[in-house]
């Protein structure tokens, strides 16, 4: 009796470490968010017949990830959270070459011979309504004293928007701005959602810089909250998806990017509350065109991305 | 009520250091005691008193409560009722709550299990008690060496208690007991962990040191050897009472209660009763002895083993069978029941030895046999 | 066969061995090797002990190291500064509801670490549930080494409070109450019989909490990062799970963890070795216990609020938490709402599949941890074989690797190319980092369990015909059953809920309770986070106690 009751739960044990892996056809790394790439998933299997693997992180440990399996890699399609990516990526020799016939709606500057966006996010600043601050409408307006002590950044380290963000408003100023920040008492705060759980709950006011969709849909979710974009400018972070060309399934993973790209696709990522990548599917929220965009050299930005790191590690310590 | 020993803490209320007159000649004595563990009595009304250098053994079976009287001399538990007092100062009164704590006590004891600290050595163990009576270093080191000594253990000083054999470590025990001159010694079955050949030697060692010393001393067994070769009195208990307090030698010649004649193994009990002009064991047709006037119509009586010679089967013999029979160093000590009289269990001594089954006459000197007052209906 | 007609040792030790090797032998062996060859992921030996210089020189290092050992201490201090009274007044006082007491202490074991850290940060940051329902936060307190010396105290204060209360008791009754016969007071009693003979277990329990204390990651990587405040483990993370990652440096800083571990472990086995006193035969009753007096009010005022401090807060801000219908809602009636639990049993995210993985890691790893610790114990204290020193050494080395630098050592020794088969992404591969991790439970109860049996009861069994192995299995076996099986729960219950390494080797598309709870957080969703958290202390904790009192009905299991 206890022998079968051994053996009978060791049977299900392996069944259920197995199932992970065994039918995977696609193996698809994200950095965009979970819910997005499952209802995604599941749309592309009902279509196709294919299975969908998933691993989803931050873009940093999804990066981790591809280098601690370079010797021996499993995944077929990434979708970074960063375009750097796929550049860094391409000079490497990593990508497939591929354009989805699904591509032709979008714009020329959200797609290459290798990647092309699966949706955009843009950063704002995310302002809890219920606060008791003003509403912000610029950046320079929380170094305001309303929010002493009431803003969180995200860690520009762990965020390549934020990142470009940084650089951009750094070079206008040199670091002005968030020397100013820090004499107010913002913090950095950890990554996008960690700099935006506190401002939920009302333990700081605002996050400087939040990726606008994850405040998105904590919004349409009911929470009193809310994304302003200054009129001075912001940043745009288009997420490119890309074949590995050491994936062993590389016609199912062309397949996964059509169907990204497709009508069905492009409405579950703008019901992600991000802009999809196809200018002809309607989003409800701000698109590209409402915003009004920083100008950087995005090359001489990221050339001096370890210097502009370290000048920001300086003012706000730590570390 | 759940029995308790003040502590620093709940402040117990302050023990008069009033002489009751009653008691003032006796070392240890102890008026209507009684403990109860919530609705369980554990004991049930002792009444005690032991002279100044007197030993006192308390025998009787587990769970008849000796254990507990013991602790409830130390200060180790507080009576539910009644009250105890030491050279002649109550401390213990369940009436007045007074209550001394154990160390206000002025007491020795040694324990079963020998509970000697594992972290301190022999020495240390044996200096404690002198420690906390304020006694200066040098005494200490001059005490403790001698009271080492006497036990045989003066070389052992330095050593971890748990070097030691169970026997080595008794006699630190014993000598941690004594080192202060404690004006009473309380012993807790202290051979009852060693083996019979030790517990022989200790006993003689024992008596001789208690005698030495001229202690004063409470002595908890369950051995009857024990208690009759060491104490000048000895208290059979039973079920939370005290069955007989008296001498070792009045105890042989003159137990109270079958119970206490059957527990110091003295001999068979029976119970007879009065037939015709014979006093027959009841419930068989087997006549023991003529009957005389004035006697109630049955009794239980004890046969001492004195009391029979064995010999072959003859008319004028009680016909038995042999059940079981041991060497007893004097002799071969023999169980035998009565044939027509199943249920009747004598103890026989034989020269030579008896194997189960064989049939003996025994030959009963009637003169020997004592008589209960009044039958007792025993509780089992 | 020869072999087998001697005994039931040789098959038990191979079985050992062959476990051993596979679960801790490997990962060890490639954490030493890649600190020292830098390039072994390429497949070369080049450049042996380039890194260690790279690594060493690095200021940060030394300051990780530091932080690591100050919050380790802290830790350390708060909990004997808040177990310790309250063990000794649990064991030698009447404390009221003491039995209750003893249950809501053993909470805070069932709560994961970084579940209560946020639990915390919820209920002190500004307009937490605290400033809500008090009007005042404690948030600079929160987010500094206090704060997280208070988290990690209240989570691991229970062993010492355990630890203490036990030795104390036992040793109160037996020693103490002897030298109050020799004329101590009750003072001089405690200071001068039962403190130093409780001092070994104390010790040992506060390394336990220190070694326990160096290797947390939720709580540093919650709150240390806004204190500035890095540690090994949360710098080790960063090596090796976010980009660029450094495996070389991750490695040395892993051994630089074990060495701090193995300090500390090995000094908990030298104080317990040196001066352990048996108080076994202790007879440790309420009835020997004193009162209160005047001291019941504040005794039991402290028990309430530790007890409310340690299990209250965390759970009712999971609870809160996990009822909200937004977190800008706050505590609202209007804003309660079961939607957070609903979304766990539809399965959103992933949530059943993520249970259902961690309970069968969960059963996996207590299984196999009782097969290898059960062989491993008898091989090291029942038979005299040569080679049971290396598995006595082999089972001691988990107690020293931290959950990061065993997935890390996974990842290196399973990820190399030309390895044929791999369980890397697979969930194997958590599977053997759960054994790595929770060997030495196993271990250490089937020792002290066989240590108990008398020889004699083996040598019987023989005697009347059985076999090595059947006088294992039919003498033995049910002999140790009963500890081993509490070892096992234990491993369940810490297997489904392990978050370091799930977090850093989790397989491609398969989630567990914590990466999933873990990943609601990083994606926003606090109250679905905590809502599957809320499920799983609440499976965690009854379903251990459920077959715990199964068996006792049985009559498998005693006490």
Known sequence: MFKSL??????????????GVAHADVTVYTAGPQSLIDKMSEGFTKETGIKVNVFQATTGKVMARIEAEASNPVVDVLISASWDTATDFEKRGWLVKYSSPNAAKVPDFLKSDYAVAQGISALGIAWNTKSGTPKPTEWADLTKAEYKDMVNIPDPAQSGSSFELTAALAGQDEFKLFKDLQANGAIIAGANAEALNPVLQGAKAAVFGAVDYITLAAKKKGESIDVIFPASGTVIAPRPAMILNWSKNQDEAKKFIDYMLSDAGQKLVAAQMLMPARTDIPADRPLIGDLKLLKFDNAAVYGKRKETLGEITKIFGGK | MQADYGTGISSPTPVPMTIDPSTSNAAVSAAGLELHYGATPVLRGIDLSLGQGKTLALLGPSGCGKTTLLRLVAGLLAPSKGSVAIAGQIVADAATNAFSPPEKRNLGMVFQDYALWPHMTVGGNVSFPLEMRGVSRADRERRTLHALDRVGLSAYAGRRPSDLSGGQQQRVAIARAIVAEPQLILFDEPLSNLDRELRENMVGELAELIASLGLTAIYVTHDHSEALTLADQVAVMRGGLIEQLATPDELVAQPATPEVADFLRLGGIAELERRDACWVFRNSDIALMRADEGRTDNSRVLIPVAAITPGDIQPDRLAATVLRSQFRGDGHLATVSLIGADHVELQVLSRHKLKPGDGVGLLIDHDQIRWFAHPVHSPQ | MAAKSIGGPAPAAWLAIAGLVLVVVVPFVAIVLQAIFPNLGQGSFSGPFSSFIATLNDGALIGMAGNTILLGACVVLASALMAVPLGVFRALYRVPGAALFDVLLLVPFMIPPYIATLGWIMTL?????????????????????????????????PVVYFAVSRTVEAVGARYADVGRVFGATPARAFWRITLPLSAPGLAASLMLVFAAAIEEYGTPAALGRR??????VTGIDLRISDWPIDLPGASIMSLLLVGLSLVT?????????RRSYQTVNGKPTSKDKRPLGALKLPVVLAFSIVSFLATGVPLLSILATALSRTISGGLAFDNLSLDNFLAVFQNSAGALGALANSFS????????????????????????????????????????LPGIVVAVGLI????????????????????LAYCCILLPQPMRYATAAFQQIGDNLEAAARVFGASGVTAFRRILLPLVFPSLASAMLLVFALASRELVASVVIAPVGMQTIATFIWRQFEQGSI??????????????TLLPLTLLALLKRSGLVAE
């Open chain 3, 412 to 431: 290196l020794a399973w990820n190399m190319p030309w390895l044929p088969v791999t369980p890397y992404n697979t969930g194997f591969i958590l599977l």
């Open chain 3, 527 to 540: 109250g679905l986070g905590m809502a599957m958290a809320f499920i799983a202390i609440l499976i965690t």
């Open chain 3, 227 to 232: 204190a500035g405040f890095q540690v090994l």
């Open chain 1, 6 to 19: 051994k053996s009978l739960s060791l049977g299900v044990v392996a069944a259920a470490l197995m199932a």
């Open chain 3, 361 to 400: 890691l969960g059963i996996g790893t207590a299984l196999i941890t009782g097969l290898i610790g059960v062989t491993a114990a008898y091989t090291v204290v029942k038979t005299k074989i040569r080679g049971r020193l290396a598995i006595d050494t082999l089972t001691i080395i988990p107690n020293a």
């Open chain 3, 265 to 273: 472990f090995l000094g908990q086995r030298w104080i317990l070795s």
């Open chain 3, 125 to 157: 940051q500004p307009r937490g549930y605290l400033q809500q329902l008090l009007g005042f936060n404690l948030s600079p307190f929160l987010f500094s080494l206090a704060g997280m010396t208070m988290v990690m105290a209240f989570n691991t204060f």
